[in-house]
């Protein structure tokens, strides 16, 4: 058994307070959508914390408030996905060598390796338990999540931390907007399904969750399975891919109460999703989730973070509903997220009763 205990997310909405949906959606008209941060010396000491990047702040602070909402001190094992690492320090070593050739400054050389996040996590902990680092672009949380719930069932561990976490620049969003992955001019999150124009809304955020082995009383949901598919040259079969992961967890498409997909504003790569949701769960209530966090590489630990506030509250808010139907039960929710057609994951949550 999966189950999660605790939760901290850091987005671009107000996620702060563990426990609950926000009540209030932040609006925004942007290029992209940028994390509301907490105060960092609530949970990071002031002499430490002014040498550290801010994915790294992000990271440190979700993971303790992920630790403070379990009730717990310290975890079995720290496991991290990341699709980019600190693109802020990158650009600040790129940018230093550009300008001339001197002694640069190592610190945000260190800071910008991709296990930076988890080992910085661990130091602050003092934790020395098993610890590592995915980097798979959009499949990195998934990941992380996999060797979670492996690391539950062999019994190496009984409670994991697992996160997903990336940032977004400026620069970088120019940069990566050339390719077409972004919208060309600022748009509103609220109506972003009225921008029929290609590219997505991009985001960031940092989420952390404590998963383990048994249930206690504050246990949000049961993460139940995790599965990502990859389509090289045709070679993802969208409906044999869904039917088996239905019946390896003894469901069928009724059962699912819920459908959360990661529609993000793309004109191109969103018919994807309602063609998914037409051709399976033509009767499921359909929800979604990047209009308020945005695209990012693991964004979907936004939508896990969703999914087990909803199970928890047993409520779904109306600003998720894409198709106007409330669930009459919550129990079983399918997360579904693609990313320009080429990589695939499901994650099925559960009530945890």
């Known amino acids: 058994m999966n189950f999660i205990d605790g939760i901290g997310m850091i987005s671009p909405q107000q996620t702060l307070i563990p426990g ?5 959606v ?18 990071i000491d002031p002499i430490p914390l002014r040498r550290m990047s801010r994915l790294i702040r992000m990271g440190i602070s979700s993971a303790r408030m992920c630790l403070a909402d379990a009730g717990i001190a310290m975890p079995d094992a720290i496991i991290t996905g990341t699709g980019l690492g600190s693109v802020e320090d990158t650009e600040k070593i790129l940018s230093d060598i550009s300008k001339e050739e001197k002694f640069l400054n190592p610190t945000p050389f260190i800071q910008s390796t991709y296990n930076t996040i988890s080992s910085q996590i661990a130091i602050h902990l003092k934790c020395h338990n098993y610890n590592t ?10 990941s992380g999540l996999i060797d979670g719930m492996l690391q539950l069932s062999e019994g190496s561990s ?5 996160g997903g976490i990336d940032e977004m620049t400026l620069n970088h969003l120019n940069i990566t907007r050339r390719i077409g992955l972004w919208k060309r001019q600022p748009v509103n999150n609220l109506q972003l399904l009225n921008s029929k ?10 989420a952390f969750f404590l998963i383990s082995a048994d249930r206690s009383d504050h246990s949000y949901a049961r993460l139940r399975d995790v599965s ?9 079969h969208r409906d044999q891919a869904i039917r088996n992961f239905l019946l390896q967890n003894q469901l069928q498409p009724e059962d699912i109460d819920l459908l959360i997909v990661g529609i993000s504003g793309d004109a191109v790569f969103d018919p994807v999703y309602h063609q998914f949701a037409s051709d ?17 590489h693991t964004s979907t630990g936004f939508a896990l973070y969703t999914a087990a506030q909803i199970l928890k509250s047993q409520e779904c808010p109306e600003i998720l509903l894409l198709n106007h139907k409330a669930p009459s039960r919550l129990k079983n929710i399918l997360i579904y997220n693609q990313f320009r057609n080429i990589n695939h994951s499901f994650l099925l949550v559960s009530s945890p009763d």
């Open 280 to 296: 399976f769960f033509p009767n499921t209530p359909l929800a979604w989730y990047k209009h308020l966090c945005g695209e990012y």
């Open 158 to 162: 009984t409670r994991v931390l697992v």
């Open 26 to 43: 932040v609006e925004y008209t942007a290029d992209f959508l940028k994390c509301i941060e907490p105060v960092y010396k609530t949970y």
């Open 228 to 236: 990502t598919l990859i389509d090289i040259r045709g070679s993802y």
């Open 20 to 24: 609950r949906f926000p009540d209030d």
């Open 133 to 142: 680092t995915y980097v798979h672009r959009t499949f990195s949380f998934e």
């Open 197 to 206: 124009t290609p590219g997505a809304l991009a985001g960031e955020g940092a």
